[in-house]
């Protein structure tokens, strides 16, 4: 899968989780932001700097997302396999 699709599978996921995705361009101390998991009261959502690549997008996405228990959700093999690997960085 190339990096196009695994963002579109990867924002399909979040969507099932119930996270909403926020694309906005991040400002910082640091010349790039990424982005990441927050909760705002009951709500969660995955921030992500607009401005970043495709890559730098799934790599946020797949980071925040591997956090969570997605064992009784079906994934693609390949999509499980990569979201295991940013579950494991922490």
Do not use: W
């Amino acid at each position: 899968m190339d990096d196009v699709a695994i963002l579109g599978h990867l924002e399909a996921l979040a969507h099932t989780l119930g996270i909403q995705i926020r694309y906005e361009p991040l400002e910082g101390e640091t010349p790039f932001q990424s982005g990441g998991l927050c909760r705002v009261r009951e709500k969660q959502f995955i921030i992500v700097n607009a401005v970043a690549t495709t890559g730098e997008k799934v790599q946020t996405l797949a980071r925040a997302l591997g956090r969570f228990d997605l064992s009784q959700i079906y994934l693609k093999p390949a999509l499980r396999a990569f979201l295991e690997q940013f579950g494991k960085e922490e």
